[in-house]
């Protein structure tokens, strides 16, 4: 379900930054996990960033170090800082809350879902 909004998204040049924001919402409930995912066209969809409940996140390996994905849970606002961007880095990034799926031990599809944010990165 696409409820959440996201914002933040834009052009910058590669070693810019870009701090994206999703809510504040409801769906980003304090027991909820959260996550950052990014998609290229006619590529699969990749999970960026995860932020437990608790506020522990972890990253995919070509973001680890560059990206920090934090949550405020009295805003019911997710965020992702971006940092020392690359063009690799371009793609409509979503945010999601609520895990539905999990395979091994890891959470494959949520509930809720953004509409996604444009982050272009130019070499």
């Known amino acids: 379900v696409r409820v959440l909004v996201e914002s933040g998204g834009g052009s910058v040049q590669s070693g810019g930054s870009l701090r994206l924001s999703c809510g504040p919402s409801?769906?980003?409930?304090?027991?909820?996990?959260l996550a950052w995912f990014r998609q290229e066209p006619m590529k699969e969809r990749e999970r960026v960033a995860r932020i437990s409940p608790t506020g522990f996140a972890t990253y995919t390996g070509s973001v680890r170090g560059r990206f920090t994905a934090s949550r405020d849970n009295a805003q019911n606002t997710m965020y992702l800082q971006m940092n020392n961007l690359k063009p690799e880095d371009t793609a409509m990034y979503y945010c999601?809350?609520?895990?539905?799926?999990?395979?091994?031990?890891?959470?494959?599809?949520?509930?809720?879902w953004g509409q996604g944010t444009q982050v272009t990165v130019s070499a």
């Open positions: 999601a809350a609520a895990c539905t799926s999990v395979r091994d031990a890891t959470c494959v599809d949520y509930k809720y």
């Open positions: 409801e769906y980003i409930d304090d027991d909820y996990s």
